[in-house]
């Protein structure tokens, strides 16, 4: 049963500190999205990868938000400094070349910057 | 610009009710419509999608809907709501020129037993 995995799935950190969440597409996917959750704001694309070349990351906060594709395998999503308003669920997608209109979702990771 | 509104924030429904949840959407064309459903803790799954030719689209876990052109909706529907269909509720649109969706800010639905 293929799925999206993401890692960590829970994480608690300060104000200031890096945190790093990963993704690992469905294998054969070629195309990769980063979202983020929030109550207020809704689901929010922050960035998407299609052949691991980042074409658009538009939704993304520059400063602080970095997103790469170092493989195929594995898509990472960096917050540097996190700060308490980045505290959402980011999910990450993928999706395959002749499909890619049908996105799969990763089961997320809940983020709390305190 | 394309857009995606979902009219309702909330919905409550008995157990063995009829459900249907609206969706409009802001566009030009045809777009692709999607509904996906998310439940508690979950990521988000799909549950059915329109692209062309019949307007009624079956979907999975006993869903359906129907593009109306001229209402420019996608609404879905379910003829007997169970309990475990209690969760979040979202429709999407692609406007074909990406791969990006353009999403409702969802319905949330509770089952009342």
């Known amino acids: 049963d293929a799925r999206v995995t993401q890692t960590p799935r829970h994480k608690v950190t300060e104000m200031g500190q890096e945190v790093t969440m990963r993704c690992q597409p469905i294998?054969?996917?070629?195309?990769v999205f980063w979202y983020r959750q929030t109550m207020m704001q809704g689901l929010e694309l922050l960035a998407y990868f299609r052949n691991r070349a980042p074409l658009d990351d538009s939704g993304m906060p520059k400063d602080r938000f970095s997103a790469e594709m170092p493989d195929a395998t594995l898509a990472t999503l960096k917050i540097q400094p996190s700060e308490p308003r980045d505290s959402a669920v980011y999910f990450c997608?993928?999706?395959?070349?002749?499909?890619?209109?049908?996105?799969?979702f990763g089961p997320g990771t809940r983020l709390l910057v305190l | 610009a394309q857009s995606v509104t979902q009219p309702d924030i909330h919905i409550t429904v008995s157990e063995g009710a009829s459900l249907e949840l609206r969706c409009n959407y802001s566009y030009g064309a045809t777009p692709y419509l999607f509904w996906y459903v998310q439940s508690p803790g979950q990521g988000l799954q799909l549950l059915l999608k329109?692209?062309?030719?019949d307007t009624l689209v079956q979907g999975i876990k006993g869903f359906e809907a129907e593009f109306k052109r001229s209402q420019s909706s996608f609404n879905l529907r379910k003829p007997s709501v169970h309990w475990s269909d209690a969760a979040e509720y979202f429709c999407a649109l692609n406007a074909g020129n990406n791969r990006k969706l353009i999403w409702g800010l969802g319905t949330s639905l509770a089952v009342n037993p």
């Open positions: 294998l054969g996917h070629n195309t």
């Open positions: 997608a993928s999706g395959s070349e002749r499909g890619w209109e049908t996105q799969y």
């Open positions: 329109y692209f062309s030719g």
